[in-house]
Structures are given as C-alpha cells and as structure tokens.
C-alpha cells in the first residue's frame, strides 16, 4: 500500500487543480491561515466542508472558482464526492484490516463471558432478572431480613418493658439487619457489574 | 478551578500504579533541577469511546473524566506529560469521526489540529474495530501531521482471537505503531519511548528511530 490513498480519477484531477489555485492564490487566499496540507484542504474542500466553505464566501471570487472545479468533479461521478471520498477510504481502511489483522481461535468462554452473555441476552437476562428479584429481594430481603429477623428480635424483646428510648434502638437494629442484607444484594449486584463491564 | 486543570497529582487512582511514586519523588528532589526540557506538543485523537482520556490520564497523571460510553471528553484537557528528563505538553482532544466536523465536539478537535502547532498526533485507536478506525489515520496523514498510532484495548482484541501484525501495519503506513491496553497500563512505556524518539529527531527517519528504539 502507498503512504496516500488514490482516490478516483475526477476526484484526483480536482484535487490538483484546488492544489495548483491554492498555490496561485497563495497568501492571498482566504485559506492561508490553515496549517494543513493542500491535498487535505482541498480534500475538505470537496467534501463541502462547513468551515472551509463559510471561510470561503467572504471572498465570492474564490468561492465561485472552487464551485466550478467541484462541479466538474461530481459530473463526472455516480455518487456525491464527499461518499465517493469516505468509500474509497473505507475500501483501503477494509483491505488494510484484512492483511494486518489476524484472526486466531477466539480465547476458551470464561465464567464471566458465560455470564456476560446470558445477562445480556433478552431471553435469558429477563428470566435472571426475575429470579434475582424473587429470592434477592422478595425472599431475602423482605422474608429472611424485614421478616425473620426484625421478628426474632421483637420476640426477644415482647416480654420486656421497654421504654421509648429502647424501643427506637430496636427500631434501628431492624434497619440494620435490613441495611446488611441490602448491602449484600448491592454487593452481589456490583460483582454482575463489575463482570460485566470487564468484557 | 477543575479538577482536570489542576498540575498537582493529588488523585489517588494514580498512586495504585505508580507503586514507586514515593521513590519517584525522592529522586526527583535529588535530580538536577537543569533538566533537558523538550518543547513538545502531542495531542491525542481519535474516534469517541477508544480511550484517549484513560491514556492522557497514564500519561500526565492528571485525572479527566472517563466513563465507559462515548462523548464524555466534551473540551480539549492539557497535561506535562514528564517522560525521562523530557517534558512534553499532551492535549486530550474530545472524539471525532472524521475531519468534517458533525458535531460541536468534532469541531474543537478539528480546529485544535489545523491551527495548532503540533509535534505529533497520536491517533488511538480500537484493535477490534481497526477497518473503521483507519479511514481517520488516512485524514491525518493527508493533512500532513505526524502521527503515531496507538492501537489500544489489545487485550479485548486478543480475548476475540484478533491479533494484530504490527510490523506489517506500520510498514503499509509509514508510521510508527504502538500495541497498548491504557486501562491495563500495558504498552504505555513503549508508547512514551515512541513519542520521545518521534520528538527527539524529527527531521530523520521516524520509522527507522522507531525500530531501533525496540
């Protein structure tokens, strides 16, 4: 492969030509201040860039001389320039990818990619979801955390006076053992997580 | 003042990878303070979502917002970027596409790499999308730039069976190319030794330093 990509032979012999009015203009030009090459800046200039254009209609002179050189290129072609351009870019880009890209045997399905793609998977995923549901938060949280132990606790207590300091404690230790098996289903829900952001 | 324009190191992702930091430190105390300075500017670009900031973030240690979707860069980020004895200037550029800006963020990048005087431009890019990516390398150097390609997220690529021929790449190119996983922290230094080499003598043969310096 060559270092510059050949585009078409309309697009080619109107980037020469914007080349050669480009250096004719010179310093004059309303694209001097550009630091880029020629070839690049008359490539833009095809592809209608904005900038280059609103540069460009602050002197009609120029901008009417670019016009022309642009609508001799695009008679001569099927597509627009600015698709002609992007394709055979793409076509160079797709045949270099295929000589310097090798593929081997993709790595052995691990764990996390097995899961990856079962979470992933709308079928599969909803299904995941349901049950994480069920016996994370339903069963777990709700029945084991809120149910059996806040109840264990109130049980221990019933029989005892309490006043109303001590009952706002048991009240914050029922919140903990909820904040503990929250904090359990966060935290098995930050390993999915973390699974799966590190495929 | 924001995070990502403080100079200072102070956030403390960094200090997990640099194990020696303390060590670093002390010798930089101890170093003479007539350092050779490189007047260096690079910037990074590339499509959205390959990991430019990541590796801004590897190589100046300054921290930038990073997320895992595309677009998060939405203004150019500074950094020194302190390689050796070297100090080089490394600008963080938001993702573009192509040099016809679409976007707002397009443009910023797009003016950044017709009216700034650069170095070099590193062009990351993702190993597992290398056909879609390449169209930009192509822009970059018809525009004239020097360009390093930085081929990151290799070990996503080689997860997929993909590897790729770096000799061949940088030979179809013209260019230097470098293999590197930003998050992983692997290939930065062969990066940073590229960069250095591109710098250090730009009139000779890039390619030629580069391959000597491997």
Redesign the interface.
């Known amino acids: 492969m060559t270092t510059q990509i050949i585009y078409p032979e309309p697009i080619e012999n109107a980037i020469a030509s914007i080349e050669s009015w480009l250096q004719n203009w010179g310093k004059s030009s309303v694209l001097s201040n550009y630091s880029v090459s020629k070839r690049s800046l008359a490539l833009l200039l095809l592809q209608k860039d904005p900038n280059l254009w609103q540069a460009l209609a602050k002197a009609p002179q120029q901008q009417q001389e670019i016009e022309i050189l642009l609508t001799v290129a695009q008679n001569q072609l099927q597509y627009p320039v600015d698709i002609a351009i992007a394709t055979t870019r793409q076509q160079q880009a797709s045949s270099l990818e295929s000589i310097t890209i090798e593929k081997t045997q993709a790595a052995n399905n691990s764990v996390s990619e097995t899961l990856h793609r079962l979470t992933v998977n709308p079928l599969t995923g909803f299904a995941i979801l349901l049950v994480i549901l069920y016996f994370g938060i339903y069963k777990f949280v709700g029945e084991f955390g809120a149910g059996e132990l806040v109840d264990r606790k109130v049980k221990k207590y019933s029989h005892q006076n309490l006043d109303q300091n001590e009952m706002v404690l048991l009240g914050n230790l029922a919140s903990i053992y909820l904040g503990i098996s929250l904090n359990l289903v966060g935290q098995t829900h930050r390993v999915i997580r973390f699974d799966y952001q590190s495929n | 003042m924001n995070c990502h324009q403080c100079h200072k190191n102070c956030h403390s992702d960094q200090h997990k990878h640099n194990k020696h930091i303390w060590w670093r430190r002390l010798r930089k105390q101890h170093s003479p303070e007539s350092t050779l300075i490189l007047d260096g500017n690079i910037a990074l670009v590339g499509m959205p979502n390959v990991g430019k900031s990541v590796l801004f973030n590897r190589l100046t240690g300054m921290y930038v917002d990073v997320s895992?979707y595309p677009g998060t860069t939405v203004e150019v980020s500074k950094g020194i970027a302190k390689i050796k004895e070297y100090q080089i200037r490394v600008i963080d550029t938001p993702g573009m596409y192509?040099?016809?800006?679409i976007s707002e963020e397009e443009?910023v990048a797009?003016n950044l790499?017709?009216?700034e005087?650069l170095d070099a431009v590193v062009h990351v890019v993702d190993a597992k999308n290398?056909?879609?990516?390449?169209?930009l390398?192509?822009?970059l150097?018809?525009?004239?730039?020097s360009v390093i390609l930085a081929i990151n997220m290799i070990d996503e690529a080689?997860?997929?069976?993909?590897?790729?021929?770096r000799e061949?790449?940088q030979l179809?190119?013209?260019?230097p190319v470098a293999l590197m996983s930003a998050t992983l922290n692997r290939g930065i230094r062969e990066l940073k030794h590229t960069i250095i080499k591109y710098l250090s003598s730009p009139s000779a043969n890039i390619l030629d330093n580069w391959q000597m310096a491997q």
Not at chain 2, 130 to 135: I, K, N, S
Not at chain 2, 141 to 145: F, H, N, S, V
Not at chain 2, 172 to 175: A, F
Request: net charge negative; aromatic share 2%.
């Open positions: 895992n192509s040099l016809v800006p443009q797009r790499l017709l009216h005087s290398l056909g879609r990516m390449l169209p390398t192509f822009q150097m018809e525009a004239g730039l080689e997860q997929l069976g993909l590897k790729v021929q061949a790449l179809e190119l013209d260019l």
